[in-house]
């Protein structure tokens, strides 16, 4: 089995820290973080990430000096800037010197996990392949945003197929409206909750239009994703 892609992100603003973290662990990825710049060099040398976040402003140095000591000592790792600072001389100075992408806060979770996908695919393409996701009779092309459940092409909104892959990335594991939200819908939205109950039920009625139910709700905490039981034909559960 192929390891997980190793991140490190590094942001001196804990929450934000935490929170792409998260999201990032969500994709599966083994995810360390750092506050300040000698914490990221001791975690770098530490979990030898395969790609890394950075925020321009921390309280021992700055993401753009931190950048250059790295480039000047031949560490090629992937970096990401992700920074509130949007003026175009930044972005400029931040690539010059050696970033692969530069994120702009507020970010969205969702943007942010596909440029470092990009990042990672340009830096290691032999290492790096596109992902075909498979339930038993569920196909997922995330890279082709394609879905075949039973042969038939299932056609859904960006929503809907960002909502799928989330759920059968994480087949077995009962995920909260919030969990979902958070991942599937910028992290800083404030909609109702009961859009992920909607979102659900336009995904079932695609999907089981050609095969039993795949979608579950689990009551009081979530939705879950599963193969169809075999003493169950109908798929209702």
């Given at each position: 089995?192929?390891?997980?892609?190793?991140?490190?992100?590094?942001?001196?603003?804990?929450?934000?820290?935490?929170?792409?973290?998260?999201?990032?662990?969500?994709?599966?990825?083994d995810?360390?973080?750092?506050?300040?710049?000698?914490d990221?060099?001791?975690?770098?040398?530490?979990?030898?990430?395969?790609?890394?976040?950075?925020?321009?402003?921390?309280?021992?140095?700055?993401?753009?000096?931190?950048?250059?000591?790295?480039?000047?000592?031949?560490?090629?790792?992937?970096?990401?800037?992700?920074?509130?600072?949007?003026?175009?001389?930044?972005?400029?100075?931040?690539?010059?010197?050696?970033?692969?992408?530069?994120?702009?806060?507020?970010?969205?979770?969702e943007?942010?996990?596909?440029?470092?996908?990009?990042?990672?695919?340009?830096?290691?393409?032999?290492?790096?392949?596109?992902?075909?996701?498979?339930?038993?009779?569920?196909?997922?092309?995330?890279?082709?945003?394609?879905?075949?459940?039973?042969?038939?092409?299932?056609s859904?909104?960006?929503?809907?197929?960002?909502?799928?892959?989330?759920?059968?990335?994480?087949?077995?594991?009962?995920?909260?409206?919030?969990?979902?939200?958070?991942?599937?819908?910028?992290?800083?939205?404030?909609?109702?909750?009961?859009?992920?109950e909607?979102?659900?039920?336009?995904?079932?009625?695609?999907?089981?239009?050609?095969?039993p139910?795949?979608?579950?709700?689990?009551?009081?905490?979530?939705?879950?994703?599963?193969?169809?039981?075999?003493?169950?034909?109908?798929?209702?559960?």
């Open positions: 089995m192929d390891e997980p892609t190793r991140a490190l992100v590094v942001d001196d603003e804990r929450y934000l820290a935490d929170l792409v973290a998260m999201a990032l662990r969500y994709e599966g990825w995810v360390r973080t750092a506050g300040t710049g000698a990221a060099v001791d975690a770098i040398a530490e979990q030898r990430p395969d790609v890394i976040v950075l925020d321009v402003m921390l309280p021992d140095t700055d993401g753009f000096t931190l950048l250059r000591r790295l480039r000047d000592g031949g560490d090629q790792t992937p970096v990401v800037f992700l920074t509130a600072r949007d003026a175009t001389e930044d972005r400029v100075s931040g690539l010059r010197i050696g970033a692969d992408d530069y994120v702009v806060k507020p970010f969205s979770l943007e942010l996990v596909a440029r470092l996908r990009a990042v990672l695919r340009r830096a290691a393409p032999a290492r790096v392949e596109p992902e075909t996701l498979r339930l038993g009779d569920l196909v997922v092309d995330e890279d082709g945003h394609d879905v075949h459940y039973r042969g038939a092409r299932i859904l909104t960006p929503t809907e197929f960002e909502l799928l892959r989330f759920l059968v990335r994480n087949s077995g594991v009962v995920m909260s409206k919030t969990q979902i939200m958070d991942r599937v819908w910028e992290y800083d939205f404030r909609g109702n909750p009961n859009v992920v909607l979102y659900v039920g336009y995904l079932r009625r695609k999907l089981e239009e050609h095969g139910r795949l979608i579950h709700t689990v009551r009081g905490v979530g939705y879950v994703v599963r193969e169809p039981d075999p003493s169950d034909p109908a798929g209702t559960t």
